[in-house]
């Protein structure tokens, strides 16, 4: 991690370290969700938290009316005060699982929204107040501009972006002067932004503040965090569902979890150590991957949806029983099923009953003949919402339906059909 003071001088050293200090983390208000790759600055202030210092979580809400040029190769949508706001209250419901926001203690977290303070700010005010500190050689030195100046981008930078690092600068500077907030902490792409804020501090008041980063989290096979194929991983349920939240952290690669595990979790250095020598002596057995989904699922979706997840990751293995599929939400049962052959089938024609062999060779071509289904149940091989076919005479009806729409075919031990009654 890095350190930086207002004077631009490197200190091996924090702020007072009395249990009093107060730090901030900025929020892209752009979604109602936080995704996992904000876990990093949130977890920065819960270990700030839990050593007795007071965390801000500062959304964004008038930055996120212009947009960070840093790590981007083009503006992004402007938001209205309206979805600020809704994002906003989403936000803290989702950071309140990992800092404390209502208790009396005087260390106890709180959100603010730069909207709050920029709002009533005419450009001139700005411009006088804030802008004629920080000169324009300062400003195109950073990083973030110059590569959105150079030939890495085909848009150019906007002024209206050209300016973040004014706003952000001033964002510091307002919760120095009101709130004493001496330390502001991020990714090591803010870091540019960041130290605007110190240098400005110390134009406009001769005072002393601090930037600390951590470097950017990556994969080990160089793709980015928090990505999949379809898209973010989201801490909202609604946006991507426990399962498949959970299904992220024990799929990742045994370097990436000890890595994730030091950052996400709570475990002591003993415990981590402990848990890495435990997975070395059997790596198939995925225990690191497991216990750093565990935790994570549990801390975001709560100990219900995680034992779910873990009930549902076991269907696909062959060890989920009927009770099991028939207690999954369509959400969780479409995720753990995605990607398998889908065939639709009329519930009306379902109401009166459908043979199995007629549905698995003609209805939905689960199967490519009824020879080879009748071959398949006689040797035990063709399921039915996880329970076995024993009858080529079986009737299968609506009543027989997952979540009143679905019917899982499964032949063998690994091959899936999903059929969709509409």
Not at 30 to 43: E, K
Not at 143 to 151: F, M, T, Y
Not at 287 to 310: F, M, N, P, S, Y
Request: net charge neutral; with cysteine; hydrophobic share 35%.
């Amino acid at each position: 991690m890095a350190r930086y003071d207002s004077r631009h001088h490197a200190r091996d050293r924090g702020t007072t370290g009395k249990g009093n200090d107060r730090s901030y983390v900025g929020i892209d208000p752009t979604a109602d969700s936080l995704h996992i790759g904000h876990l990093v600055g949130v977890m920065m202030l819960r270990h700030f938290q839990m050593g007795g210092h007071k965390p801000i979580a500062l959304v964004g809400g008038a930055t996120g009316m212009i947009g960070d040029p840093s790590g981007k190769s083009q503006e992004r949508n402007l938001l209205d005060e309206k979805t600020l706001r809704h994002n906003e209250n989403s936000l803290k419901k989702q950071l309140a699982k990992f800092l404390d926001f209502y208790s009396d203690k005087p260390n106890a977290a709180e959100l603010v929204n730069n909207y709050d303070w920029m709002k009533e700010f005419s450009f001139l005010e700005f411009i006088r107040d804030v802008g004629k500190h920080i000169t324009v050689n300062y400003m195109m030195s950073k990083d973030s501009v110059k590569k959105r100046l150079g030939s890495e981008s085909r848009e150019g930078l906007s002024f209206t972006e050209f300016t973040y690092q004014l706003v952000q600068g001033y964002d510091f500077l307002h919760l120095f002067n009101q709130k004493g907030c001496k330390l502001q902490m991020g990714g090591s792409d803010q870091w540019g932004n960041i130290t605007t804020g110190t240098e400005l501090i110390r134009r406009k008041t001769g005072g002393e503040a601090f930037a600390l980063t951590c470097p950017l989290i990556t994969k080990a096979d160089g793709g980015k965090f928090g990505k999949t194929e379809s898209g973010n991983v989201w801490l909202d349920p609604e946006r991507t569902s426990p399962y498949a939240f959970y299904q992220f952290w024990l799929n990742t690669s045994d370097s990436d979890a000890e890595k994730y595990i030091k950052i996400f979790t709570l475990l002591s250095k003993k415990e981590v150590e402990a848990l890495v020598a435990e997975h070395q002596e059997a790596p198939h057995m995925r225990k690191l991957q497991k216990r750093l989904a565990e935790i994570v699922t549990e801390l975001v979706h709560g100990k219900e949806a995680l034992e779910t997840a873990i009930e549902a990751s076991q269907i696909l293995f062959g060890k989920g029983v009927t009770n099991t599929l028939r207690k999954l939400d369509e959400k969780t049962l479409l995720a753990v099923f995605d990607g398998v052959p889908t065939f639709n089938i009329s519930k009306e024609e379902l109401a009166s009953g459908i043979g199995i062999m007629d549905l698995v060779a003609e209805k939905t071509e689960a199967l490519p003949s009824k020879g080879e289904a009748r071959r398949t149940i006689k040797g035990g091989g063709l399921g039915l919402n996880k329970e076995k076919v024993t009858s080529d005479d079986l009737i299968v009806t609506t009543n027989d339906l997952l979540n009143d729409k679905y019917l899982l075919i499964q032949k063998g031990k690994k091959n899936y059909f999903l059929i969709i009654a509409e």
